[in-house]
């Protein structure tokens, strides 16, 4: 099983839609999680960090359940800015500090 | 957020040569910094884990004698790419980190590396 596993893309969807990346992780020991953001050709740029409650931040919903080593991303009213691949994130050590990176998932947002 | 600045951001070498690869933590001390090498429509896999003053940690599979880490200061570690040939171009991208669970990784800007 790979560490960390992302629904297959790309997702093709029109402006206003609302989206949902899945994701899951093998590594019970794991201990953080995010959601980073990746554009053609460039770095990953950390979108938000997921905490066990489930956190918000404008249009982006993350949760997390530990239990069932699942994470999902919510992204409400698509913007055509959106489009990019988002990719699962999680600390491959106690301490937090290696990351695991899943293979991404394509979003794009068309007019 | 703090910046990570890595150089240089492209790069086209013979087969055989060697390339390095600077990743500076501009703003910040950064204890840790990764490598990590992405192929085309692949996630980015780690490479090693470098902290500073101590030798590098290296992923399974990948060959330290020839992907060379050096993190000598808190704020710069390179890499460098010894007698590449064209199955190591890539995408290589560096991060660095200050602390430990649920810190920010900040990631450099990438380096293109391609060998004819």
């Known amino acids: 099983r790979k560490e960390v596993e992302q629904d297959p893309g790309p997702f093709n969807v029109p402006e206003g839609a609302t989206v949902a990346f899945n994701c899951t992780y093998s590594?019970?020991?794991?201990?953080?999680f995010f959601w980073y953001r990746q554009d053609c050709r460039k770095e990953p740029k950390l979108l938000m960090s997921?905490?066990?409650s489930g956190n918000e931040d404008g249009r982006f919903t993350a949760q997390l359940n530990r239990a069932s080593q699942y994470i999902s991303l919510l992204i409400r009213d698509s913007k055509l800015s959106d489009s990019a691949t988002y990719l699962c994130?999680?600390?491959?050590?106690?301490?937090?500090?290696?990351?695991?990176f899943g293979k991404g998932t394509t979003l794009s947002v068309s007019s | 957020g703090a910046v990570v600045s890595q150089h240089p951001s492209w790069v086209i070498c013979k087969s055989g040569t060697s390339v390095k690869i600077e990743c500076r933590s501009l703003?910040?001390?950064?204890?840790?910094m990764f490598w990590y090498r992405q192929f085309p429509k692949q996630s980015l896999m780690l490479m090693a884990t470098?902290?500073?003053?101590?030798?590098?940690?290296?992923e399974q599979g990948v060959e330290k004698d020839k992907f060379l880490i050096n993190h000598a200061s808190l704020t710069l570690s390179t890499l460098t790419v010894t007698s590449a040939h064209p199955e190591d171009s890539s995408f290589y991208i560096c991060?660095?980190?200050?602390?430990?669970?649920?810190?920010?990784?900040?990631f450099g800007q990438g380096t293109r590396l391609t060998v004819v």
């Open positions: 991060s660095a980190s200050w602390g430990g669970a649920g810190t920010e990784a900040f």
């Open positions: 997921v905490y066990s």
């Open positions: 994130v999680v600390s491959a050590n106690q301490a937090g500090t290696a990351l695991i």
């Open positions: 470098s902290n500073e003053g101590s030798k590098a940690t290296y």
């Open positions: 703003d910040f001390q950064a204890t840790t």
């Open positions: 590594n019970s020991a794991s201990q953080s």
